[in-house]
């Protein structure tokens, strides 16, 4: 860390207001991903998703801090932004379920 400081404290889910969450894969193996399969349902990966300052907020206090966007920035920056995460469409209709499958399709 900068300055001798302490790791950031790991913060809720929650902050990053996410639509999906996929447990099990290695951190940022999204980057790699063209199409999935969740459940039932395929979907095609349409870009990665910049992060806005939503995030620096905690979602119950209000109160607004650096993380997670500057750990983020160390190691996800490049063209002015800072990246986390990717954008799906799918590719039919259908319901997911909680523990549903993920297979990385292409």
């Not at 290695?26 to 980057?31: F, G, K, R, T, V």
């Not at 199409?35 to 870009?47: Q, T």
């Not at 160390?74 to 379920?97: A, K, N, Q, Y």
């Given at each position: 860390?900068?300055?001798?400081?302490?790791?950031?404290?790991?913060l809720?889910?929650?902050?990053?207001?996410?639509?999906?969450v996929?447990?099990?894969?290695?951190?940022y193996a999204?980057d790699?991903?063209?199409?999935?399969r969740?459940?039932?349902l395929?979907?095609?990966?349409?870009?990665?998703c910049?992060?806005?300052?939503?995030p620096?907020?905690?979602?119950v206090?209000?109160?607004?801090?650096k993380?997670?966007?500057r750990?983020?920035?160390?190691?996800?920056?490049w063209?002015?932004?800072?990246?986390?995460?990717?954008?799906?469409?799918p590719?039919?209709r259908g319901?997911?379920?909680?523990?549903?499958?993920v297979?990385?399709l292409a």
């Amino acid at each position: 860390m900068e300055r001798q400081e302490d790791p950031p404290a790991p913060l809720d889910m929650a902050r990053f207001r996410p639509n999906l969450v996929i447990d099990g894969a290695p951190p940022y193996a999204e980057d790699d991903w063209r199409e999935i399969r969740i459940g039932p349902l395929a979907f095609r990966v349409s870009e990665r998703c910049d992060r806005c300052a939503v995030p620096t907020y905690d979602p119950v206090t209000l109160e607004k801090g650096k993380e997670p966007l500057r750990t983020l920035a160390r190691h996800r920056r490049w063209d002015g932004r800072t990246w986390f995460g990717i954008r799906l469409i799918p590719r039919g209709r259908g319901e997911l379920r909680l523990g549903d499958p993920v297979t990385v399709l292409a």
